[in-house]
């Protein structure tokens, strides 16, 4: 089983249309999973059947008793993230401030505080018109621990894989390099970079590899709209000699992309021509 | 002022609206733009300004002294982060996991675990002619944006006052780091592609912003592609659409090669100049 995670670094580099593309391609060999929790939007493509949904618990947040509360201050005094404030003269949890660390929990003289498990999101197993199982999550709003959830998503996605014996795993990752990429990242086999030619996409791609360095993974670029700058996009390639990436494949600038979406569609359902050979022969040495 | 500009989806323009609508309006006021999206931070990559400030940004960690410890486990039980954890006759602390909540340090019986500083960024402050600007960045490996995020909006009250009209470049998304950069803001725009991903995540967006009680308006990114379901969206929910930024291979190439837009194309000046117009009618108003 190989575990292939694509990211970008910036966003809206069409890392999510592609992936939906080798989700079409692998077809009945793969598991997918959508690990850009943040802002799920791969469902869009896939036509997910949403079989089987759960609930997912993470973390905790405080909560005062009024009637126990002796209003001695300790809980708001000890609270490092402006938590705890004096509402109509009662201490009250500010719940998108609170982290859930238990704090005050520890210092209140008369246990007027509890701390309540959150429900951050949901998750799901789906089947979708590509023949693959597809795991997917949507995170609460404001939620934190999306780490988690991405975590829970991929583990559930090598589980399905195990048991089903397929051959890979594509998982579409996050962007940025905080601990969504970092969850993403962590056991895969083969991270697929996409970028674009622009001074921004190139400055993620250098921050965003930084991090897959560390994790020992070997990495494979495609550059996207890439005929928008030559410069840039040299300087992309440059880079990736440098640091032995396989220079996977060059998409066009190409408002196909944007039309296929439009219409619920994979590139490679919507295009018949050059854009989807460029896919299936990218996806070909991708697996 | 405080005006955040935030998204949802990633590459929808966020950072194209934020230098430029920067850059505009320093033509004629005090302007601080500030790029919070500390992961990836690309403002800075347009606004070529002078350095004036540099330092390095800290989180606070528990440190374990072995020589104080008298091994009760405390710190273990109190951490909800798996931070600090006891092995035999060790304590080990994670760094990555530590929300610098002080609990396993101050209720430690005995001391043996002060909260030292560890590294977790850097902030740069640039000048460029009327405008400030100010960019945090994030140590590669640190998990962690929110704590940086709060640090440069705690520096930005600090060092400029409320003359400034205060822009913020939020990171994509809708979970903690989006919360923490858009949580003091006055007014929140929201800049989105009209298609199925841009409006799938300008609801989540919106949703996020209610829960936040905030003020927000849409802005439309490279309208003429896609379809009409953004438009028909913020009509259905009476949001307002402050403008609609024309989709234009010639804004994509400037963008990729760091240049402002606003000066080149006249089409996309007048959609800034109405943009800035309703943002300064809103501070008159004294919108809160």
Known sequence: MKEIVIISGKGGTGKTSITASFAMLGGKDIVVADCDVDAADMHLLMQPDWEKSEDFYSGVIAEIDQEKCVKCGNCADVCRFSAIPIIDKKYVVNKLNCEGCGYCFHVCPTDAITMKEQNVGKWYISNTKADNVMVHARLGIGAENSGKLVAKVKNEAKRIAKETDKEFIVVDGSPGIGCPVVSSLSGADFVVLVTEPTVSGLHDLKRVYQLVKKFNISAGCIINKSDLNTKVARQIEKFLREENIIHISDLPYDETFTKAMTNGQTIVEYDDANLKNILVNSWEKIK | ?288
């Not at chain 2, 725009?189 to 300008?202: C, K, M, S, V």
Request: proline content about 5%; hydrophobic content about 40%; overall charge negative.
């Open chain 2, 1 to 288: 002022m405080k005006i955040a500009i935030a998204s949802g989806k990633g590459g929808t323009g966020k950072t194209t609206l934020a230098v430029n609508l920067a850059s505009f309006l320093a033509e004629s006021r005090k302007v601080v733009l500030c790029d919070l999206d500390v992961e990836e931070p690309n403002s800075g990559l347009f606004i070529k300004g002078k350095l004036i400030h540099r330092e390095d940004k800290f989180k606070m960690i528990p440190e374990w002294e072995k020589d104080k410890c008298t091994l009760c486990g405390h710190c273990q039980k109190v951490c909800n982060f798996h931070a600090v954890i006891q092995l035999g006759d060790q304590i080990m602390v994670f760094p990555e996991l530590c929300h610098s909540c002080y609990a396993c340090s101050e209720l430690c019986p005995v001391d043996a675990l002060p909260m030292i500083p560890q590294k977790m960024g850097e902030l740069k402050q640039f000048k460029k002619e009327g405008l400030s600007f100010v960019e945090s960045r994030l140590d590669i490996g640190q998990e962690q944006a929110v704590p940086l995020i709060a640090q440069t909006r705690e520096d930005l009250d600090k060092n400029f006052d409320d003359d400034f009209i205060k822009l913020f470049d939020a990171p994509p998304g809708t979970s903690c780091p989006v919360i923490e950069a858009t949580k003091d803001a006055d007014f929140v725009i929201l800049i989105t592609e009209p298609t199925p991903f841009g409006l799938h995540d300008l609801t989540l967006a919106v949703d996020t912003m209610r829960e936040l009680e905030k003020n927000f308006g849409v802005i439309v990114n490279r309208h003429g592609i896609g379809n009409n379901d953004v438009l028909t969206y913020c009509q259905k929910k009476n949001i307002p659409v402050i403008s609609k930024l024309p989709n234009d291979r010639r804004i994509a190439e400037l963008y990729s090669r760091g240049s402002l837009i606003y000066q080149k194309i006249p089409e996309f000046k007048k959609q800034l100049v109405n943009i800035a117009d309703y943002l300064l009618k809103l501070q008159e108003e004294g919108i809160r």
